[in-house]
């Protein structure tokens, strides 16, 4: 069975800094993987996703995540972090973008310093 | 466009008491509705998900429930309601090959 794991738990940055969210998958096939963001007390919104080809993916909101396979990693990156992008974010696997067996890691939280 | 809502938003309720949280979908028409569950510093849990009307498969066993009266409606019920059950319950749909979209969410706090 797939697995997902993010290594850290928070995360503080100051506004305007590099972010770099890790994310450790375990699959034994090509999996598809997805980032989701979570603002307090809002759902889950869908940042970006992986399913083949190029494996530097662009999502919403300036973000971006690159498949390493040899790694089995898929971590999020931002170039410079807005106060508006503290919230917890989600790493998810599953065996196909429409399959029932989705997996979400626990989650990392950021915080943005002024 | 489609929309997912959940409600109610924020729901405090004693142990031992019962539970029904309701979510709802428009603007598409036989998607796979699934109810996923955020406990504090947990990541999301599947706990039932549905490919039609009246068809449920359970993730995790537990006093939950779920049914799906109707196409675009899915219910998470239970009878008696456990400390364990506070968190987070998020509603969650997709159509075909499309990703899953998720409703803004149910905080459940259980005293």
């Known amino acids: 069975a797939q697995s997902v794991t993010q290594p850290d738990i928070h995360i503080t940055v100051s506004e305007g800094a590099s972010l770099e969210l890790r994310c450790n998958y375990s699959?034994?096939?090509?999996?598809?993987l997805f980032w989701y963001v979570q603002s307090p007390g809002q759902g889950l919104q869908l940042l970006l996703k992986y399913f083949s080809g190029d494996t530097l993916v662009q999502g919403i909101k300036g973000f971006e995540a690159e498949f390493k396979r040899s790694q089995s990693s898929f971590n999020l990156r931002k170039p410079s972090v807005h106060w508006s992008d503290a919230a917890e974010y989600f790493c998810a696997v599953g065996e196909d973008n429409y399959g029932q067996n989705f997996v979400f890691g626990p989650g990392t939280r950021l915080s943005v310093l002024p | 466009s489609q929309t997912i809502h959940q409600w109610p938003a924020t729901l405090v309720q004693p142990v031992g008491s019962p539970l029904s949280l309701e979510c709802t979908v428009e603007?598409?028409?036989?998607?796979?509705l699934y109810w996923y569950r955020q406990a504090a510093g947990r990541g999301l849990q599947l706990l039932f998900y549905s490919v039609g009307i009246g068809q449920i498969s359970s993730e995790v066993p537990q006093n939950l429930s779920a049914s799906r009266p109707q196409d675009r409606q899915f219910i998470l019920s239970s009878k008696k309601l456990l400390l364990s059950d506070s968190g987070f319950y998020l509603c969650?749909?997709?159509?075909?090959?499309?990703?899953?979209?998720f409703g803004p969410g149910t905080r459940l706090l259980v005293l």
């Open positions: 603007g598409t028409s036989n998607p796979n």
């Open positions: 699959y034994g096939a090509t999996p598809y």
């Open positions: 969650a749909w997709r159509t075909g090959r499309e990703t899953q979209y």
